[in-house]
């Protein structure tokens, strides 16, 4: 049995995860976990700059500490900034999800009394409670391998499902996008990039699936960054499918109001999926057959999240450059997505 962490009455705890979108949205059920069962303590939570919004408007965070990892690794005066900034808050202890080298050491710098991390790397050395386990086995869910953490932390109700929580005039800005976009009610977004996290199905794919959902009868659009935008305009172009689409004219948050008002989302095994099922909305993912990226461990929540995987192949691929992807056809998809949505296809 683990020794619980003497937390009391008015303490303050930080919870680090400063990688990715989709592992920050996968934390979520651990942060709101502590909260409720330490709701006479502040939690607060520390994550990189870029996926920070989506703690935004969330009653059980207390204070959201933001990092640009790239000034991290290499700019002496904002890392001295940034300890300066977790000091001042005399947090009582440090559960870091993520524990990136230079983090944990502004953690053992700032003198938390009690700092959690998981034991087996070269940088444990600063946390004075450590969990043991190996994530690179993939047994479990992302999420769950977060919720170990709980064995030091007081009984109680556990959450299991992340949410992001808007605000209504997010949800009215991102239907005004999709009204001027020509979208109508009952509509499903295809969201092609991955941000370099995972292994992608192609651009051609997504315009060809894009193009046999229309043939359904199916509302669609597109949505991506303002770069992603340009290659859908290249791809489309050379298939001759024209595409309708929102890329460049959403932040993060405005992405997730658009998530939350469709019907379904497709896209790589990446952050926005993660983010569609957070504002409840149901995802088809496209998933390589690579053991690291197991949808065991990295698949969308709930009931409101499938998988499409290539079949009969193990992924041996370059990081990268995986052409098993490829296995995946877009009348495959097509069949799953008419499956959620309730409906048959007319071939």
């Not at 049995?1 to 303490?11: A, C, H, T, W």
């Not at 976990?33 to 607060?44: A, G, M, N, Q």
């Not at 890392?79 to 053992?108: G, H, N, T």
Request: hydrophobic share 40%; charged share 25%; net charge positive.
């Amino acid at each position: 049995m683990s020794k619980e962490i003497d937390l009391q009455s008015g303490d303050r705890i930080l919870i680090s995860r400063t990688d990715r979108l989709g592992d920050l949205i996968l934390a979520l059920p651990f942060v709101e976990t502590i909260k409720e069962r330490y709701p006479e303590c502040r939690v607060d939570v520390i994550s990189s700059l870029y996926a920070s919004p989506i703690l935004e408007n969330n009653e059980r965070i207390g204070k959201i500490l933001r990092v640009q990892n790239d000034q991290l690794l290499s700019n002496k005066l904002y890392k001295k900034d940034l300890l300066q900034k977790i000091r001042i808050e005399k947090y009582k202890a440090v559960v870091a999800l993520f524990p990136e080298r230079q983090i944990s050491r502004l953690f053992y710098k700032a003198e938390i009394p009690n700092r959690l991390g998981t034991a087996g790397r070269f940088h444990s050395v600063f946390y004075n409670t450590r969990l043991v386990h190996s994530r690179r086995q993939n047994l479990k869910h992302e999420f769950e391998y977060n919720l170990d953490f709980l064995k030091f932390f007081r009984r109680g109700r556990t959450v299991k499902f992340p949410r992001v929580c808007l605000r209504e005039k997010e949800i009215n800005h991102a239907r005004r996008i999709l009204k001027e976009s020509g979208v109508k009610d009952d509509f499903v977004v295809i969201h092609p990039g991955s941000g370099g996290s995972a292994e992608r199905w192609s651009m051609e794919n997504f315009i060809k699936l894009y193009q046999l959902l229309e043939k359904e009868g199916v509302e669609l659009v597109m949505s991506g960054n303002e770069q992603e935008g340009l290659i859908i305009d290249d791809v489309s172009a050379s298939l001759n499918i024209p595409v309708r689409k929102i890329t460049g004219e959403t932040d993060l948050r405005t992405l997730a109001a658009v998530l939350s008002l469709a019907k379904l989302v497709v896209a790589n095994s990446t952050g926005p999926l993660h983010l569609a099922v957070a504002v409840h909305t149901n995802g088809v993912g496209l998933y390589p057959s690579r053991k690291a990226m197991s949808p065991l461990r990295w698949g969308p929540l709930g009931k409101k999240g499938r998988v499409i995987q290539p079949v009969g192949v193990e992924c041996q691929c370059p990081p990268k450059r995986c052409v098993c992807m490829e296995m995946i056809k877009p009348q495959q998809v097509l069949w799953e997505v008419m499956d959620v949505l309730g409906q048959t296809t007319r071939v």
